[in-house]
T-cell receptor, first 115, second 118 residues
Framework: DSGVTQTPKHLITATGQRVTLRCSPR?????VYWYQQSLDQGLQFLIQ???????AKGNILERFSAQQFPDLHSELNLSSLELGDSALYFC??????????????FGSGTRLTVV | AQKVTQAQTEISVVEKEDVTLDCVYE???????LFWYKQPPSGELVFLIR??????QNEISGRYSWNFQKSTSSFNFTITASQVVDSAVYFC???????????????FGKGTHLIIQP
């Protein structure tokens, strides 16, 4: 157990729908990152939050949004889902703003299937 | 912009053979970090090693070793006496803490699927 908890583990939904993925970071970690792993794009960084504030954006679509709550858990909202959004979504957390030095701990991921 | 290339899409070896996974990176920064992660069939990402750009010492951890060479922008990973349990997809990744531009997070290579046959 990495200490980063993602729910649900699996999600199947239809095109056009909206889903919310949840992540609880490791105890004490202030930063949360979201990544998408798809067959064609590989592992891509989506967005980072630090202590409730958006810190950085990567290749995140406008249909996707995220937030980090006061208890530091984070949610990734995916809307107007398309077949191509089917992927494994990972959350990672790190101990400090300087995550490059301290590294990242990944959760086990949420597998989203859009049908 | 940063880039990580893992040219080997798939490698298959017989158990007990040594195997090296290649990783070549591109960055304009002088300060950066390199990582290797393992993704077993169960899907989770398992951290293996982190190396900063100022530390070129090679590292050995049991059957695993890493060769970092800034001159060739490579950070290769060798498994000695491979075992079936080493079968997984291995990712090399790069982060640049001071690159600015807003984008942050790890840049991953496409991964190398390692198959260890009994």
């Amino acid at each position: 157990d990495s200490g980063v908890t993602q729910t649900p583990k699996h999600l199947i939904t239809a095109t056009g729908q909206r889903v919310t993925l949840r992540c609880s970071p490791r105890s004490g970690d202030l930063s949360v990152y979201w990544y998408q792993q798809s067959l064609d794009q590989g592992l891509q960084f989506l967005i980072q939050y630090y202590n409730g504030e958006e810190r950085a954006k990567g290749n995140i679509l406008e249909r996707f949004s995220a937030q980090q709550f006061p208890d530091l858990h984070s949610e990734l909202n995916l809307s107007s889902l398309e077949l191509g959004d089917s992927a494994l979504y990972f959350c990672a957390s790190s101990a400090a703003h300087d995550r490059h030095a301290y590294g990242y701990t990944f959760g086990s991921g949420t597998r989203l299937t859009v049908v | 912009a940063q880039k990580v290339t893992q040219a080997q899409t798939e490698i298959s070896v017989v158990e007990k053979e040594d195997v090296t996974l290649d990783c070549v990176y591109e960055t304009r920064d002088t300060t950066y970090y390199l990582f290797w992660y393992k993704q077993p069939p169960s899907g989770e990402l398992v951290f293996l090693i982190r190396r900063n750009s100022f530390d070129e010492q090679n590292e050995i951890s049991g059957r695993y070793s890493w060769n970092f060479q800034k001159s060739t922008s490579s950070f290769n990973f060798t498994i000695t006496a491979s075992q079936v349990v080493d079968s997984a997809v291995y990712f090399c990744a790069l982060s640049e803490p001071y690159s600015g531009g807003g984008a942050d997070g790890l840049t991953f290579g496409k991964g190398t699927h390692l198959i260890i046959q009994p």
